[in-house]
């Protein structure tokens, strides 16, 4: 899929083509259960990746390394925030949980609905913003078409690498997103890409 999204730009797009030119290949994340998927995005939300790593890491030990929505219930709030989670956060995992269900079985259910429909209902829980939907979207469910005009990466990418003049509106950033359909997914992971060193960034 990356050589298509390349093809696209390529013609579309040749300002973003010059920036991932160099780039290795990237691929789409692989999907992950749904409840999980959710809870390391919760974790995740306002760290640094690595930041982010080590709490998911801690929150997984402190539930046995079974990350459903009973062992959740079960733990209570006190055993995830000692495993690093802020009382917010501890608050939005718990109600994920309480809105999963046993098995998760609420949660698989809306895979089998529209997504925005499935969209609407995520919305609805306690801590699931925009930025959260749109990243279990894209690492949770690996959809191809995703993109995050919120994220603050993808907005300092952007800047940084195709001019955008800084702090815009959202509208803007998603706008000039709309050329890198149906791959907003993969644009997205090219974007946070450049933001890492040359030495690691570039391939020869």
């Not at 939300?45 to 459903?68: F, H, I, M, P």
């Not at 009382?87 to 949980?97: E, F, L, P, W």
């Not at 046993?102 to 306690?126: F, Q």
Request: glycine share 6%.
């Amino acid at each position: 899929m990356d050589e298509e999204f390349r093809a696209l730009v390529q013609k579309e797009d040749p300002q973003m083509h010059a920036v991932i030119a160099r780039h290795p290949n990237l691929h789409l994340p692989s999907p992950r259960p749904p409840f999980d998927a959710l809870v390391r995005i919760v974790g995740a939300q306002q760290l640094s990746v690595k930041a982010a790593a080590t709490v998911v890491s801690r929150v997984e030990a402190a539930l046995d390394g079974q990350v459903t929505p009973q062992q959740v219930l079960d733990a209570g709030p006190d055993v995830l925030r000692r495993a690093g989670l802020s009382g917010a956060k501890s608050r939005s995992v718990t109600a994920i949980a309480q809105f999963a269900g046993t098995d998760a079985v609420c949660l698989e259910r809306l895979l089998e609905t529209p997504w925005v429909d499935a969209r609407a209902s995520l919305l609805k829980i306690r801590g699931i913003g925009p930025w959260s939907v749109d990243m279990y979207a894209m690492f949770g469910l690996g959809m191809a078409d995703v993109f995050s005009s919120g994220d603050l990466g993808l907005r300092v990418a952007m800047e940084t690498h195709l001019n955008l003049t800084p702090k815009q509106k959202p509208a803007v950033y998603d706008q000039r997103a709309l050329s890198w359909r149906p791959y907003r997914t993969l644009a997205s992971l090219h974007l946070w890409h450049s933001l890492k060193p040359a030495s690691e960034r570039f391939v020869d």
